[in-house]
């Protein structure tokens, strides 16, 4: 493979609410996928611009990637380029979102008038079909399978399994620096092989992190609920996750 700070960008054959996703010259097999600074909330409909984000969530996703190879989780990162863009492996997206849940908040609460903030006796996993235009709607397993036909059962099942020992991992790396991993959201890819793999990015805007001490929030729900202050939390995750992993990955 050459060598990834050579890359160079074809023409971008996606735009999503966070990514632009680009060809790489040199290698058919990889994607170059640059972090917007845009910032999305209620499905789209809140919208904004925040100078910095993409940045910020480039780099926290691209360390949070390599803790999870170090602790035996691999996923479709291959390298940093640029200030705001990683070089992943070409994955075919399954279009579910994973979501992981260690603690009562968010739509969970809302759906069954609970309260944000009680600890779940067991991790939880949740299934959403990607899909905007039906606002992501909430299924379960046998729809998946068998009504929307975008795994096998057997996929299924593995993509929980590597959820919940991908929310073991993350759970330590968080609880290192003072947070504590309330919910997240995956989404995985497929090599043709048939091989699943982790993709998509692990960022404050896909994750839910209370500090421990405080309570404060230090993700996304900032701007979904007005709470001001979005990047500077971002920053602070990103400050502390470096200093406490940053050489070590
Ligand atoms: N999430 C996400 N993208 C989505 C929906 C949810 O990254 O399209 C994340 C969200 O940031 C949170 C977790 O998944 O960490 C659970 O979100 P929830 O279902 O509670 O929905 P929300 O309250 O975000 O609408």
Redo the contacts with the bound molecule.
């Keep these: 493979m050459a060598h990834p700070a050579s890359f160079t960008k074809t023409e971008m054959f996606y735009e999503g609410k966070a990514k632009r996703l680009f060809g790489v010259k040199e290698d058919a097999s990889l994607i170059y996928q640059e972090f917007k600074d845009s910032l999305t ?3 789209g409909i809140k919208k904004s611009e925040m100078s910095g984000k993409g940045i910020l969530n480039r780099d926290i996703s691209s360390l949070v990637f390599r803790y999870l190879k170090k602790h035996g989780q691999s996923s479709h990162w291959v390298a940093d380029i640029g200030v705001n863009a990683m070089v992943t492996k070409k994955v075919k997206i399954i279009p579910l ?1 994973v ?1 992981v ?1 260690n603690v009562v ?6 759906k069954l008038n609970q309260e944000e903030g009680r600890d779940l006796e067991k991790a939880i996993v ?1 299934l ?1 079909f990607k899909d905007d235009s039906l606002s ?1 709607p909430f299924i379960n397993d046998d729809q998946a399978v068998h009504v929307l036909k975008v795994a096998t059962e057997v996929e299924v099942k593995k993509i929980k399994s590597m959820a919940l020992e991908i929310n073991e991992k993350l759970k330590t790396l968080f609880l290192g620096i003072g947070l504590k991993l ?4 995956l989404e995985f890819g497929k090599f043709e092989n048939g091989e699943i793999v982790l993709a998509d990015e692990i960022s404050p ?4 992190l209370w500090d421990v001490k405080t309570g404060e929030k230090r ?3 900032r701007f ?1 609920r007005d709470l001001g202050d979005v990047l500077e939390n971002y920053r602070i995750v990103w400050n502390d996750l470096n200093k406490k992993y940053g050489t070590g990955l």
């Design positions: 909330a209620l499905n979102e979501v849940r908040a968010g739509s969970l609460a809302k949740d959403h992501d309330v919910d997240f959201k805007d896909t994750c839910r993700d996304k729900d979904r």
